[in-house]
């Protein structure tokens, strides 16, 4: 079965930091884009960063360029977000998503999804 | 960056009925158009990529259409278990991704 589960989040204050992770399961994670969405409460989906499947490209949201980085252990099949210099508005609930894209003019989309871990800045 | 524009941002409907979501791009994206299912307190599913291609295991009375700047998420016939947010996404950008805002169905 195909599983993302995040994990670390939790409550920090403003100016604090924190690590999440995400774990995969079932399927090549070595060869799969990863991006992270998150969605603040009562808001909708914002799409936050992501790691290229080769190469080592990462891109970012304005929002977050600069203080958050992400990164990736293709030997524990494991994504990870660090977040830096937080703020109350970077309070969501943080997915992790797993990127496909097709062969034939390289349409990219999220197929699948963790449950999220849940951040919280505030003092 | 490009905006996508949702309408509406709610809606409601009865059992039965054809529902229709649209998604605007601020600039022509071709077919990079994605749009995703969210349930209260779950996780996003995707529904449509590519702007009109179904993903395996949702239900045939969804369906996407639309290209360049503005696109449909049609259900067909709309059951109890369509109640949720609905998004679009755009996924032309090379460097950043943008949601729409959503749409919420509301049976």
């Known amino acids: 079965e195909v599983q993302l589960v995040e994990s670390g989040g939790g409550l920090v204050q403003p100016g604090g930091s924190l690590r999440l992770s995400c774990a995969a399961s079932?399927?090549?994670?070595?060869?799969?884009?990863m991006s992270w969405v998150r969605q603040a409460p009562g808001r909708g989906l914002e799409w936050v960063s992501a790691?290229?499947?080769?190469?080592?490209?990462?891109y970012y949201a304005d929002s977050v360029k600069g203080r958050f980085t992400i990164s990736r252990d293709n030997s524990k099949n494991t994504l990870f977000l660090q977040l830096n210099s937080l703020r109350a508005e970077d309070t969501a609930v943080y997915y992790c998503?797993?990127?496909?894209?097709?062969?034939?003019?390289?349409?990219?989309?999220?197929?699948?999804w963790g449950k999220g871990t849940t951040v919280t800045v505030s003092s | 960056d490009i905006q996508m524009t949702q309408s509406p941002s709610s809606l409601s409907a009865s059992v039965g009925d054809r529902v229709t979501i649209t998604c605007r791009a601020s600039?022509?994206?071709?077919?990079?158009l994605n749009w995703y299912q969210q349930k209260r307190g779950k996780a996003p599913n995707l529904l449509i990529y590519?702007?009109?291609s179904l993903q395996s295991g949702v239900p045939s009375r969804f369906s996407g259409s639309g290209s360049g700047t503005d696109f449909t998420l049609t259900i067909s016939s709309l059951q109890p278990e369509d109640f949720a947010t609905y998004y679009c996404?755009?996924?032309?950008?090379?460097?950043?991704?943008?949601f729409g805002q959503g749409t919420k169905v509301e049976i």
């Open positions: 998503a797993k990127e496909t894209v097709t062969s034939q003019n390289y349409y990219y989309y999220l197929d699948v």
């Open positions: 590519a702007a009109s």
């Open positions: 600039q022509s994206i071709g077919r990079y």
């Open positions: 079932g399927f090549t994670f070595s060869s799969s884009a």
């Open positions: 996404q755009e996924s032309y950008s090379t460097l950043m991704w943008t």
């Open positions: 790691f290229g499947a080769t190469g080592g490209a990462t």
